[in-house]
C-alpha cells in the first residue's frame, strides 16, 4: 500500500480502561521494550471509555494531540513515540492529529493510559491497513504502556509470562495479553470511589522503575507472582467470589507496601483511599460479596458479586471525602467504531 498520497488516512477506535487484579508493576527490562517484569490478570469495564481518532495527513508538519478539546504538549512526546511506532509498522512518516476524550479523569488512577494506548493501537492499525493480528496489537500496546495490552480485549484477560515469547519477536517483543473468560461468565460489578479527580504526583513508569532500584521488596514481589497468577484464573473460572477477593486485595496491598518502601516512598493513597477500605472489609464482614483494589492513584476500585453494585454504591458514596462514584460492569476489547 502506498501511504504518501494526499488523502488523509483516518480512522476511530473506542476502548475502555482495565483494572488489574492481580498487579502489574515492575519492568524486566528497558523502557523502550516495556517488558514486564510481573505476569497479570485484569478485568475490562464498560461504562468509562477512551475514544480516540487518527488522522494521518501529508500536510501536517508536525503531530498534534487534542485531549478533551484542548491542546495537549505536554502529553505529545509520549504520544509521538507511540505514533513513531505505528509508522515504522507502516512505512511512513505521515505526521498525524490525534483527537481523544475520555469520559472520565485523565491520569488520576483511573487506567486512562490503558484506554488510551489500546485506542491509539486499534485506530493506527486500521488507518495505516497495518492488518496486525491481536495479538500484535496488543505486543504494541504493551510497548507504549503495559496495562493497555489487556484492553484489547472484553471480560477477563491476562499478561503471562510463561507464555511470552522467546526468543522476543524482533517488531513486537515478548509479553502479550490474552483473553481468559468472557464478561458474561461472571458479569461483575464495580464501583469507582472518586477521591479526588488530580493527576497523581508520580506516575506508573516512573514509580516502576523507582520501585525496582530501590525496594527491599521488590524481589519477594517477584517470587510470588507466578502462584498468584495462576491461583486468581483458577478462582475466575471457578466464580469463587471469596477466593478471588482474599488474592486480589492481597496483590494489591503487596504492591503498595512494595511501592511504599522504594525510596522516597511512593504513597498514592488519601486518607479517604483508607477510609474506603475499612468501609470494604466491613461490608464484607456484613455479608456483602465486595473487595477492594487500588492502582496508582488514590480512587478506590470496589468489585462487587453481581448484583450487589446498588447497595455498595450507595454505602461508599456517604462516607467524607468521597466525590461520587463510577459505576461500571465488564466490557468489551478495543474497537473501530
Ligand atoms: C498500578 O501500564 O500505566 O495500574 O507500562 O509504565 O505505562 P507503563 O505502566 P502502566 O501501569 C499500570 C500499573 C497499575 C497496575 C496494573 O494495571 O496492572
Not at 504526583?201 to 521488590?218: A, C, D, F, I, K
Amino acid at each position: 500500500m502506498q501511504l504518501s498520497d494526499s488523502t488523509p488516512l483516518c480512522a476511530e477506535a473506542v476502548a475502555h480502561p482495565n483494572i488489574a487484579l492481580i498487579k502489574y508493576w515492575g519492568k524486566a527490562g528497558d523502557l523502550h521494550t516495556n517488558e514486564p517484569a510481573v505476569a497479570s490478570l485484569s478485568i475490562t469495564l464498560d461504562t468509562l471509555q477512551t475514544r480516540t481518532r487518527l488522522t494521518f495527513d501529508a500536510a501536517l508538519e508536525s503531530d498534534t494531540l487534542i485531549l478533551n478539546g484542548q491542546r495537549d504538549e505536554r502529553r505529545l512526546p509520549r504520544i509521538s513515540e507511540a505514533l513513531d511506532r505505528l509508522r515504522a509498522l507502516g512505512n511512513t512518516s505521515l505526521r498525524c492529529e490525534v483527537e481523544t476524550e475520555n469520559n472520565f479523569p485523565t491520569g488520576a488512577g483511573l487506567a486512562s493510559s490503558a484506554s488510551g494506548f489500546a485506542a491509539l493501537v486499534v485506530a493506527g492499525n486500521t488507518a495505516l491497513g497495518l492488518e496486525l493480528s491481536l495479538r500484535e496489537q496488543s505486543m504494541l500496546a504493551r510497548a507504549m504502556s503495559g496495562s493497555a495490552a489487556r484492553s484489547l480485549f472484553g471480560g477477563f484477560a491476562r499478561i503471562a509470562l510463561t507464555e511470552a515469547l522467546n526468543p522476543p519477536d524482533p517488531t513486537f517483543g515478548s509479553a502479550y495479553a490474552q483473553p481468559i473468560l468472557e464478561a458474561s461468565h461472571w458479569p461483575l460489578e464495580v464501583c469507582v470511589a472518586v477521591v479526588s479527580d488530580r493527576e497523581k504526583p508520580v506516575g506508573s513508569t516512573e514509580g516502576m522503575e523507582l520501585s525496582r532500584h530501590t525496594s527491599p521488596y521488590y524481589a519477594p514481589w517477584l517470587e510470588g507472582n507466578n502462584r498468584d497468577i495462576e491461583d486468581a484464573e483458577r478462582h475466575v473460572r471457578a466464580r469463587d467470589f471469596e477466593a478471588l477477593a482474599e488474592l486480589s486485595e492481597f496483590s494489591c496491598l503487596k504492591m503498595h507496601a512494595m511501592a511504599m518502601a522504594s525510596r522516597p516512598g511512593l504513597l498514592y493513597w488519601h486518607g479517604t483511599t483508607v477510609t474506603a477500605m475499612h468501609e470494604i472489609r466491613a461490608m464484607r464482614a456484613e455479608g456483602i460479596p465486595v473487595f477492594f483494589t487500588i492502582d496508582a492513584g488514590p480512587q478506590v476500585k470496589a468489585i462487587c458479586a453481581p448484583g450487589y453494585g446498588d447497595q455498595v454504591a450507595a454505602r461508599l458514596e456517604g462516607l467524607p471525602g468521597v466525590q461520587s462514584i463510577l459505576r461500571c460492569g465488564l466490557g468489551e476489547g478495543a474497537r473501530i467504531v
